[in-house]
């Protein structure tokens, strides 16, 4: 049974960092791609990040140069490292594993979800 687990979210003022981490209990993070979305109150899920299984990054463009992907596969965890935070970064962050095709960028695009955990940036 596969089961992600986000964890590390809470409340940073503008500026400051937080970092996310996606433990997978299932190991369907073997061999697969691992990715991040957020979801902020009234819009739809988006795109944050994503990591190949050989360790090759994409970002947004909202995101690039401030935030890192990375996975240590010894330990079947995925991070998301958030510097320089700012308010419209608030949102519920997801990981997400098992990218099946098609647009990286699209939700639909991938099998397994964790539960999210809450980032708030204050300003």
């Known amino acids: 049974q596969v089961q992600l687990t986000e964890s590390g979210g809470g409340l940073v003022q503008a500026g400051g960092s937080l970092r996310l981490s996606c433990a997978d209990s299932g190991r369907i993070f073997v061999g697969n791609s691992v990715g991040w979305f957020r979801q902020a109150p009234g819009k739809e899920r988006e795109f944050v990040a994503r990591i190949t299984q050989g360790a090759i990054k994409y970002y947004a463009d909202s995101v690039e140069d401030r935030f890192t992907i990375s996975r240590d596969n010894g330990k079947n965890t995925v991070y998301l490292q958030m510097n320089s935070l700012k308010p419209e970064d608030t949102a519920f962050y997801y990981c997400?594993?098992?990218?099946?095709?098609?647009?990286?960028?699209?939700?639909?695009?991938?099998?397994?979800w964790g539960q999210g955990t809450q980032v708030t940036v204050s300003s």
């Open positions: 997400t594993a098992l990218y099946t095709g098609g647009n990286s960028h699209q939700p639909e695009s991938w099998r397994y």
